[in-house]
């Protein structure tokens, strides 16, 4: 199923991945797969699926070492450890206007 | 493949400095280009209400506020826009006399997608179980 150009067809590409054809279709669209459109149906380069299977990383290490700076000089700066629950609860109560049940 | 649905505290939980921030990073830096993380049409403006809450009340600078809104758009998140999610949560809501629903469209998404969910908070958690959705509790 591959071409002369290396694109296989996403039915393919999908049985490699242990995905849907729909998921690598939607996967196609979103750029997140490189590949084309001929015609009616979509095909994906190979070479691009042999990274996928190669285990690299979805966040780029650049962009974690970058989360983990701001982290870590805001804690250092205000020393402040806080809850992530309880924000996002204040913010879906206070924000959102939601209440606990039972109230 | 695997695909993610994250609960906000999670993305949160990587850009502020909290006892489970730990288990975030894990999460987020062992994910490979074969998983796929989503969430619900509520993530971002809930995630934004969160930093502009700690820009605030003092505890971040609107320079950091910048700079983690900044890191929070560079997530590889799939925000789902389907109609569905919204009239699902509002089915489950009327049903269940449930006054809250932001948590139940993480649950829908997770549903919608086939994901199983990652959070901290044990409510979402429990909505999830009772829906049959598979869920990683970073706690």
Known sequence: MIDAGGLITAAEAAKRLRLSTGQVRRRLRQGKLKGRRIGNQWFVEERDLSALKSGAHLVPPQLLRRIDETRERIFRRTGSVFDAVAIIREVREKDFGEQEDGD | MTTWCVDANVVIAIL???PASDAARRFWAGLTQADEVVGPYVLLPECTSAL?????????SEAEGLELIDE????????????EQFRRSLDWAIRTRRRRMNDLQYVVVAQISGAEIVTLDGGVRQAALEQGVAVRFLR
């Open chain 2, 16 to 18: 502020l400095n909290e």
């Open chain 2, 52 to 60: 502009r809450r700690k820009v605030l009340d003092g505890s971040v």
């Open chain 2, 72 to 83: 929070l758009l560079a997530l590889p998140i799939r925000i789902e826009t389907s109609a």
